[in-house]
């Protein structure tokens, strides 16, 4: 089976870098997504790592080591608009040989001014 | 280009009726996924259609069923209803299959009374 855990929730300072971290167990790792989800909204893709190491995409940053099953997201010089649940979810292979996508329950980060 | 568009936005049933719901991919998109998102379970899979046939599931049981038209409009059945079955259910496009990026829907807000 697959499992992910991330902290529920975090708080950080506008202008601050925060870190979340997402740590997972599944058969046939094949991938993992970083989303965003607004109070309200669908979530939004962020990233994708497959390989061990980091990728950046503006004030994002994500990191993957798969020989740990760890990954975090990096949020760079906050904003309050940052303020949003944060969705980890791996990409692997079910008991039948199937893909499934699992979800981890999220981080709700919220800024503070 | 539209984005992907679920149908009906909110819906109330009873326990015991039974539920459509309709998702509309991106244009080109093949892949449609379906997810019920609950605040204390997160995000989680429930089916994936790829040219009309489901090609991934996740562990819901038989009351939870879909199908997938020619042009890629996806909906989603639920039978029985139970108190249980309230939640956010999202559907994802994808333009080849769920290790791609996906594109969330609004979701339908499902309240079962």
């Known amino acids: 089976g697959q499992n992910i855990d991330q902290p529920t929730e975090m708080t950080a300072t506008e202008g601050a870098i925060v870190q979340i971290n997402c740590t997972y167990q599944?058969?046939?790792?094949?991938?993992l997504f970083w989303y965003q989800q607004h109070a309200g909204e669908a979530p939004t893709f962020l990233s994708y790592n497959v390989l061990d190491g980091l990728e950046e995409k503006g004030r994002f940053s994500s990191f993957l080591s798969r020989s740990k099953g760890y990954s975090y997201l990096l949020l760079k010089e906050l904003q309050m608009k940052d303020s949003a649940s944060y969705l980890c979810?791996?990409?692997?292979?079910?008991?039948?040989?199937?893909?499934?996508?699992?979800f981890g329950t999220g981080t709700r980060l919220t800024i503070i001014p | 280009k539209a984005g992907v568009t679920q149908t009906p936005r909110y819906l109330i049933k009873t326990r015991g009726q039974q539920v459509t719901l309709s998702c509309s991919p991106i244009s080109g998109h093949r892949s449609v996924s379906w997810y019920q998102q609950t605040p204390g379970q997160g995000l989680q899979f429930l089916f994936e259609?790829?040219?009309?046939?489901?090609?991934n599931k996740g562990n819901f049981p038989g009351r939870f069923s879909g199908r997938q038209f020619s042009n890629s409009r996806s909906e989603m059945n639920v039978s029985t209803l139970e108190l249980g079955d309230s939640a956010l259910y999202l559907c994802a496009s994808n333009p080849t299959g769920i290790n791609t990026e996906a594109f969330f829907g609004q979701g339908t807000r499902l309240t079962v009374v």
């Open positions: 259609y790829f040219s009309e046939t489901q090609r």
């Open positions: 979810a791996v990409r692997g292979t079910t008991n039948f040989g199937n893909e499934k996508l699992t």
């Open positions: 599944t058969s046939g790792f094949n991938g």
